[in-house]
Structure formats: C-alpha cells, structure tokens
C-alpha cells in the first residue's frame, strides 16, 4: 500500500520561502494526478495545488503565483516551493493524489510566523 512521507516544513518568517517534498512509493507515480493538501488549525484539509499526470498545474487562489508545484517522476516525488508565506499559509501539509486514493501521511508542519 502507498504511504506518502511528507518533509521539508519548518518555521519560517512571513515572506520567507520553504520547499516540501513528498514521497509516494508503491504506485507508478507518473500516472497519479498528485496534490497538496492543507489542514490549518479549526479547519478541513484543502487542496492548495495539483499537478495532473500530463503537466498542467492547478492552484487554490489562496496560493496562486506564490505557491509552485512540481514532481520528478522517477523518484516518485511530489514538491511544493513556496514563496512570499504569509501567516495564514500556517498548517500541516499533506500529499496524497488529486482523487484522494492513497492513505494520508503524518504530514510536515509549517508555522509562519514573526
């Protein structure tokens, strides 16, 4: 069974930048239209951006032109470079794909914040 693992979340000041990785072994990753997911603290996981199978990406307006997106296929890995974070980008982290198909990971924590 697929198990993503989520890194790279920290601290960080607002307008700082972080970059995510996700781990997804187990599945031919190049056929998943994989996600990131956040969950902040009173509220449901969302979907902050997609990267479909073929290339194109999708991006909540939340996260729209700060937010980036990408993969390497053949190591079955998911990213999320984030710039200009913003206190409201504070939550817990997940991968999973856009369908929701895998287990959901521990996630990786990230706290904006001065």
């Known amino acids: 069974q697929v198990q993503p693992v989520e890194s790279g979340g920290g601290l960080v000041h607002p307008g700082g930048s972080l970059r995510l990785s996700c781990v997804a072994s187990?599945?031919?990753?190049?056929?998943?239209?994989m996600a990131w997911y956040r969950q902040t603290p009173g509220q449901e996981r969302e979907w902050v951006a997609i990267s479909m199978n073929y290339g194109e990406t999708f991006y909540s307006d939340s996260v729209q032109g700060r937010f980036a997106i990408s993969r390497d296929n053949d190591k079955n890995t998911l990213f999320l470079h984030m710039d200009n974070l913003k206190s409201e980008d504070t939550g817990d982290y997940y991968c999973?794909?856009?369908?929701?198909?895998?287990?959901w990971g521990q996630g990786t924590q990230v706290t904006v914040s001065s």
């Open positions: 999973n794909t856009k369908e929701i198909a895998f287990p």
């Open positions: 187990g599945t031919i990753f190049r056929f998943e239209n």
